[in-house]
T-cell receptor
Framework: DAGITQSPRYKITETGRQVTLMCHQT?????MFWYRQDLGHGLRLIYY???????DKGEVPDGYVVSRSKTENFPLTLESATRSQTSVYFC?????????????FGPGTRLLVL | QQPVQSPQAVILREGEDAVINCSSS?????VHWYRQKHGEAPVFLMI?????EQKGHEKISASFNEKKQQSSLYLTASQLSYSGTYFC????????????????FGTGTLLAVQP
């Protein structure tokens, strides 16, 4: 089915482990985004990408790494997970720049770091 | 830079109206409104752009006051399906005539519509 998907949907890991969250979209959208959502903070941008091989930091990039070798994929890696990274992670994509176009969100990945 | 939303929460009866506000301390190029139901992803409602252009659902109305850097979302004759958390996302206006390519979201307004 066309759309934007995330995997895994749920993940439990331990402090210090590396974790990779996957995001895949079938629309060939140029722009892709990673957000985390925590109670009381709303959605906060971690990283975004304007095209393959072009990425930039958002509001809260520390502890995260992204790559975008293909237009349709935008994986997010937690290099050494910490408890403060327990959150719900949303991937989003848009055809045009954010300021003029809607973003379409994936279903989210719920991550628990023990 | 995070926009301030008000109220933080509101409870309505079916058929009542509500207004949700979003205010920024920075000049804005556009304001985006999303609704999120519990356990689900945010869903697009509307974009309001500098200069007056709007894109979104026909049944949703909103305003954007560029000078005051404020936007309001108007929910009229509310239905049970309107329940959820509403977020505004703001794209900042840059001096050179462009805008930032990232949205800064407010902390949300929880709306509960009761029968």
């Amino acid at each position: 089915d066309a759309g934007i998907t995330q995997s895994p949907r749920y993940k439990i890991t331990e402090t210090g482990r590396q974790v990779t969250l996957m995001c895949h979209q079938t629309w060939s959208h140029s722009y892709m985004f990673w957000y985390r959502q925590d109670l009381g903070h709303g959605l906060r941008l971690i990283y975004y990408s304007a095209a393959a091989d072009i990425t930039d930091k958002g509001e809260v990039p520390d502890g995260y790494v992204v790559s975008r070798s293909k237009t349709e994929n935008f994986p997010l890696t937690l290099e050494s997970a910490t408890r403060s990274q327990t959150s719900v992670y949303f991937c989003a994509s848009s055809e045009l720049p954010s300021y003029q176009e809607t973003q379409y969100f994936g279903p989210g990945t719920r991550l628990l770091v023990l | 830079q995070q926009p301030v939303q008000s109220p933080q929460a509101v409870i309505l009866r079916e058929g009542e109206d509500a207004v949700i506000n979003c205010s920024s301390s920075k000049a804005l190029y556009s304001v985006h409104w999303y609704r999120q139901k519990h356990g689900e992803a945010p869903v697009f409602l509307m974009i309001l752009l500098k200069g007056g252009e709007q894109k979104g659902h026909e049944k949703i109305s909103a305003s954007f006051n560029e000078k005051k850097q404020q936007s309001s979302l108007y929910l009229t004759a509310s239905q049970l399906s309107y329940s959820g958390t509403y977020f505004c996302g703001t794209a900042l206006d840059m001096n050179y005539g462009g805008a930032t390519n990232k949205l800064i979201f407010g902390t949300g307004t929880l709306l509960a519509v009761q029968p």
